[in-house]
């Protein structure tokens, strides 16, 4: 059998760690504000700025809960899975309390009711971020480097599903008929169903995927390819990166962060810019938003397989020419425009496309460059880059929105997504070193 032959049930196995994460933060990011303004009644201010601190609070836990998932010694349940079970296990009594807090404060508003909403969920963002960067780094511990790309995309995909899960779930129980004109919403079932898929998700994965041996398996086949390790071993079993690879390793980083201020900048002001400059209403600028997101997920697959045939660096820099051409299309379909128009739907579905075309890579790319060793560490740089990008833009474009014209945000994104071209430019390492099978072949294996 062909030793570079990705194995799909494994990746997906594998992935469900990623779809339990993705099922919580669409859960958290679509009920938190809600519960913050309408129970608490705390103003936007402040609304922002808590839920804002996941993505500061994540600047440091996820590089740091991933070195130490590095470090971790090889037990009975490896050296990812232990973060795993003890992030989740957490983060479902934590998360199950809000509701608690959330319907408490309805029935009898106390300030103390609001201080402990306000604990539990910090320490709740603690347990999630101690486990994130353990579950990513868990693909590549157990993945050969040349085929990480096309399982990234399939993790990529079952996060996706997490995310769908949760809006179905999400829209069958609570339709616009059980919640207008409702004073107050009780979301206990929904959290404890969200527990559940998060429990079940994670129960599968300790229960297939044996992580010592997989991540044994890998590091010997990798001992086979020296010409795939970029890092070379300080003799104490931990990487230092020669110094070419160091400045692509920061070039890197640096495309990353600037394309996710381009990309993130549009999608967390997209509904106020059009409602500011086109004066249209959610439905249809919800439906782009999704058409995006629908773009993405039919595209992960085939951009995994492209990436394989041409190469991951020359994906991304053609998913970068495409968003920013989008970004620059949308500012031309957008400042004359009084209404959602069709061409703006096809136009975010190309958005979709060029961020997976990014998106599916990027990670990949990273973890190249160092060996099993400090894949946990090197997953944190990928999230120091792409969540301290998160924290910046929603400040700095809706500044110079303020400031300027709320038409600057298309410009605005597409000129940083143009700037990570051009530091891609500097990368010269993490592209794929070995030939994988092409096309429908290498998706064929379904074996354990």
């Known amino acids: 059998m062909n030793e570079l032959k990705l194995n799909n049930k494994r990746t997906i196995l594998v992935g469900l760690a990623f779809l339990s994460i993705c099922a919580f933060w669409q859960m958290y990011d679509n009920l938190v504000p809600l519960i913050l303004r309408r129970t608490f009644a705390l103003d936007e201010s402040l609304t922002g700025m808590i839920m804002a601190a996941d993505n500061v609070l994540a600047l440091f836990l996820l590089p740091l809960f991933g070195g130490l998932s590095d470090k971790c010694g090889m037990g009975k349940l490896g050296r990812r899975t232990p973060f795993i079970l003890a992030g989740t296990a957490g983060a479902v009594v934590l998360m199950n309390l809000l509701p608690v807090l959330d319907n408490s404060y309805a029935a009898e508003a106390a300030p103390f009711k609001l201080a402990s909403f306000v604990i539990v969920l910090g320490l709740l963002l603690v347990a999630m ?23 990234n995309a399939i993790i990529n995909l079952m996060g996706a599903v997490g995310g769908v899960l949760y809006l179905g779930v999400s829209a069958a129980m609570y339709p616009a008929s059980k919640t207008e004109g409702v004073a107050h919403v009780d979301y206990q079932p929904l959290f404890l169903i969200v527990a559940l898929i998060m429990v079940v998700a994670v129960a599968v994965l300790l229960l297939t995927i044996r992580e010592p041996k997989l991540a044994a398996e890998n590091q010997a086949l990798e001992q086979r390819h020296p010409e795939w390790n970029l890092a070379k071993d300080d003799g104490s079993g931990h990487e230092t990166l020669p110094a070419p690879v160091k400045r692509s390793l920061g070039f890197l980083l640096a495309s990353i962060a600037l394309w996710f201020i381009g990309y993130n900048g549009v999608t967390t002001w997209w509904s106020n810019y059009t409602a500011e400059v086109m004066g249209a ?7 782009c938003l999704t058409v995006a997101t629908v773009g993405a997920i039919v595209s992960y697959i085939p951009i995994g397989v492209l990436a394989s045939k041409v190469g991951r660096k020359r994906t991304i820099q053609a998913g970068v020419v495409l968003l920013a051409s989008c970004f620059l299309a949308g500012y031309l379909l957008t400042v004359r425009a009084t209404a959602i128009t069709p061409i703006m739907y096809v136009a975010f ?33 990928y999230y120091t880059a792409s969540m301290a990008a998160q924290v910046v833009t929603p400040v700095l474009a809706g500044t110079l929105m303020k400031h300027i014209s709320y038409r600057i945000l298309f410009p605005y994104a597409a000129f940083f997504v143009a700037m990570s071209f051009v530091t891609m430019l500097f990368v010269r390492h993490g592209d794929s070193k070995a030939e994988a099978k092409t096309g429908l072949d290498a998706f064929e294996d379904m074996d354990d």
């Open 129 to 151: 971020g101690t486990y994130r960067s353990p579950a990513v780094a868990l693909m590549p511990d157990v993945t050969p480097k040349p085929l990480r790309s096309k399982a």
């Open 281 to 287: 209403g959610l439905q249809g600028t919800n439906i």
């Open 349 to 381: 579905a190309l958005v979709g496309l060029a961020w997976a075309a990014i998106n599916v890579n990027s990670l990949p790319m990273v973890v190249e460059m160092c060996r099993g060793s400090d894949v946990g560490k090197f997953t944190g740089y």
